[in-house]
DNA sequence: ACACAGTAGTTAGCCGAGCGAACGACGTAG
DNA sequence: CTACGTCGTTCGCTCGGCTAACTACTGTGT
């Protein structure tokens, strides 16, 4: 077969197959930042955090900053600019006053919702280049990604 | 099928699907920054333009740009640090003395081969935690990554 | 009750990554 | 030879990530 990759004489998907994985994320990353964000003034590590904000509900900023793999600094200047712009709140905790809890405003959610639609184009747009094979296995696709995620120690 | 995900309601893999994948992508990249770069000094973007470098053979800086998506005042410096270090040579074209071609040294390689082995350890492990059934669905996954990514404009 | 250790978040300071604008050096068309 | 285009660099900015150090609070143990 004149398919330039596959070299099937090695008997599991190991090292080459991995380190083409994490090219390929590297460059979808990049992209996903110079698509999604060009539209809206949002940056994709806002996005992700009101994201994460929306899905769980409200969370303290070092919840937060846990699910989004970050460390409390970085989770701090990130919800402040989100809160200056309006699209979260900080709330204190009324039975522990060492915490923040991050909500969403009603104009993140709607920001949320339209940037979403917006910064999923490039990626719908991509999907819909493949055939409909391809397309029908990208729901695989992304359940396996979140599978390499799921968590445990660090 | 009890498969979890289906939902076959919708007609195709769209909205939430791709919202889950940039998501996930993220998250990855994240992950990946994290653990890949903890074992060395090389940052992602560094190695990424190694490895173009070396995939591709000696590049101007603008190819190089280009390869990454990025813009040339960033490859510039990212060559910067990576010339420091020894890693690159630039090395001026001598048929057009306005381009500057960039070159592995055989530091840069050295490095590129042990530090792909270690930056990639995360991901091999996380791959091995899977069951072989998703084990072995990896390499379709990272094919249809690279189909996202496949190109034209922009 | 009070002191002390531990936890949540912030502040300050550092660096890398990305961009656009402006510039110098070089090639090319006229 | 002049004028224009291209390549790379420099400058100056923002964002995102980190660590270290600090403040405010909780909880625990005498």
Redesign the interface.
């Known amino acids: 077969m004149p398919t330039p990759s596959p070299a099937p004489d090695r008997p599991?998907?190991?090292?080459e197959?991995?380190?083409?994985?994490?090219?390929?994320?590297?460059?979808?990353?990049?992209?996903?930042r110079?698509?999604?964000i060009a539209a809206d003034e949002m940056t994709?590590s806002q996005l992700?955090a009101m994201?994460s904000v929306d899905r769980l509900g409200s969370l303290t900023l070092g919840e937060l900053a846990a699910e989004?793999?970050?460390k409390p600094p970085t989770m701090t200047r990130i919800v402040d600019r989100l809160e200056v712009d309006g699209y979260v709140r900080r709330v204190p905790d009324p039975s522990d006053r060492r915490c923040v809890r991050v909500e969403l405003s009603d104009a993140g959610r709607s920001l949320l919702a339209g940037t979403?639609?917006r910064?999923?184009a490039f990626?719908?747009e991509?999907?819909e280049?493949?055939d409909p094979e391809?397309?029908?296995?990208?729901?695989?696709?992304?359940?396996?990604?979140?599978?390499?995620?799921e968590d445990d120690g660090?």
């Not at 397309?135 to 995620?149: D, G, K, Q, S, Y």
């Open positions: 599991c998907a190991d090292d197959t991995v380190g083409r994985l994490s090219v390929a994320i590297g460059r979808l990353n990049r992209r996903l110079q698509e999604g994709l992700s994201a989004e793999r970050v979403r639609s910064r999923d990626l719908v991509r999907v280049r493949l391809g397309e029908a296995r990208i729901p695989e696709l992304v359940a396996l990604l979140e599978r390499l995620l660090s």
